[in-house]
């Protein structure tokens, strides 16, 4: 595991989300990354249940269970603005058992599936964000493999971004400012994924359909 930035990708003009998603991968096949599978990132949303705000009066409050393939014995759960919990993926069962606090809802479940590509040292995964049948985005993941700690290399990652990202490099994640000379772990990445799909679920733009 290894320092990871994760953004969203805009739709090029005249494009589709598919079409896109072929040209940024085109670019990656073209500086000589080469295919290592698929991967997939989910996301879903529980809510405080009613009952236990009307009895307790304390303000609703979302919790996200997320899942990802690189790590498929572990689950996420992440509150806004709180702590990033790593439990085994026994966890989605213990959620069900906890109807009477957390209630999913179910039509938010949001995920990014794509290609996984290396390139020397960097992994890169170039995903379509879909919201059910539809389609709202692109994510792409890079991650410097070598390097743990994000102040070390985050010069790095940018310029290498820049050689298929171009002007769509992001700036400096937000979770990078916390981390400081502290290890980078999988639970930062989850949470730039849960803040990039809550991005996403805010854009009010004409979902792209059946490109899955």
């Not at 320092?3 to 073209?30: D, F, I, N």
């Not at 705000?53 to 806004?80: D, W």
């Not at 009477?100 to 992994?123: H, M, P, V």
Request: hydrophobic share 35%; glycine share 8%; with cysteine.
């Amino acid at each position: 595991m290894g320092v990871t930035c994760v953004a969203q990708v805009p739709v090029a003009e005249g494009k589709s989300v598919q079409q896109t998603v072929e040209l940024l991968t085109r670019k990656l096949e073209l500086l000589g990354a080469e295919k290592q599978g698929t991967f997939c990132v989910d996301c879903e949303t529980y809510h405080t249940a009613a009952s236990t705000i009307s009895s307790q009066g304390q303000t609703g409050k979302l919790m996200y269970v997320m899942h990802n393939s690189e790590y498929p014995l572990s689950c996420f759960g992440l509150f806004e603005n709180g702590p990033c919990l790593i439990a085994d993926a026994n966890f989605d069962i213990l959620m069900v058992k906890l109807k009477g606090f957390f209630q999913n809802a179910k039509a938010n479940k949001i995920e990014s599936r794509g290609t996984r590509y290396q390139y020397c040292d960097f992994l890169v995964k170039v995903g379509t964000v879909t919201m059910g049948p539809s389609a709202r985005g692109i994510s792409v993941e890079v991650e410097y493999c070598p390097c743990v700690v994000a102040n070390d290399c985050w010069n790095l990652l940018m310029e290498f971004m820049q050689s298929f990202m171009g002007n769509h490099t992001p700036g400096i994640p937000s979770v990078f400012g916390t981390k400081h000379d502290s290890t980078y772990s999988p639970g930062d990445t989850m949470v730039q994924y849960m803040e990039l799909f809550n991005k996403i679920r805010k854009q009010q733009q004409v979902p792209v359909a059946g490109i899955r």
